[in-house]
């Protein structure tokens, strides 16, 4: 069974640094795309970007180019995605999804990540 | 990259159809197959209800129904039960990203 096992729950202070992680099992990890997806308190979906775990090809949507950083650790079956400095706005729900033949199949349960002084 | 273009809300009575349009460009919906669409149910995690433009997931009820013309995608709801009452959201490849749709918020008279 695929599955996309996310990282728990997140408080932070603006200025800090994180890094989610999205664990895959159940299929072979490095022979599909990841992507992840933000979606704000009651917004819509918005794409992030996408790597492939297999030769780490990165690419990310102009609107988060620079604002976070999309990695994966092959030999742990998992991806990550990272802020260096998270400000307010970044508070939101955060999904991994898996691509397959370009469709987005599997998605993880979220992470909720707050930052608020 | 702009998002597709959604009405915000759609509703109908149980048993009626509605349509659900995604407008995007000859840069995304336009040139490319892989038009998805997802339901969401509130506090709930997106679920894939049609892949490259009119297929369905396995489990997935037939009363959802995609189809696409030139820049404008399509998502139909037939027989319409208050379990739909959720927000849907249309996904396109881009020429190597992916754009969501503004969403729409489907509610069940």
């Known amino acids: 069974e695929v599955q996309l096992v996310q990282s728990g729950a997140e408080v932070k202070k603006p200025g800090e640094s994180l890094k989610i992680s999205c664990k895959g099992s159940g299929y072979s990890f490095t022979n599909y795309w990841i992507a992840w997806v933000r979606q704000m308190p009651g917004k819509g979906l918005e794409w992030m970007g996408i790597?492939?775990?297999?030769?780490?090809?990165?690419r990310y949507s102009p609107s988060f180019q620079g604002q976070v950083t999309i990695s994966a650790d092959k030999s742990l079956n998992t991806a990550y995605l990272q802020w260096s400095s998270l400000k307010a706005s970044d508070t939101a729900m955060y999904y991994c999804v898996r691509l397959s033949s370009g469709t987005p199949d599997y998605w993880g349960q979220g992470t909720l990540v707050t930052v608020s002084s | 990259q702009s998002a597709l273009t959604q009405p915000a809300s759609v509703s109908g009575s149980p048993g009626q159809s509605i349509t659900i349009s995604c407008t995007g460009t000859?840069?995304?919906?336009?040139?490319?197959?892989?038009v998805s669409w997802f339901q969401q149910h509130p506090g709930k995690v997106p679920k894939l209800m049609i892949y490259?433009?009119?297929q369905r997931p396995s489990g997935v009820s037939n009363r959802f129904s995609g189809s696409k013309s030139g820049n404008t995608a399509s998502l139909t709801i037939s027989g319409l039960q208050a379990e739909d009452e959720a927000d849907y959201y249309c996904?396109?490849?881009?020429?190597?990203?992916?754009?969501f749709g503004t969403g729409t918020k489907v509610t069940v008279l």
């Open positions: 996904c396109s490849y881009a020429g190597g990203l992916y754009v």
């Open positions: 000859s840069s995304d919906v336009g040139n490319y197959k892989l």
């Open positions: 490259e433009g009119s």
């Open positions: 790597m492939y775990p297999g030769d780490s090809d990165t």
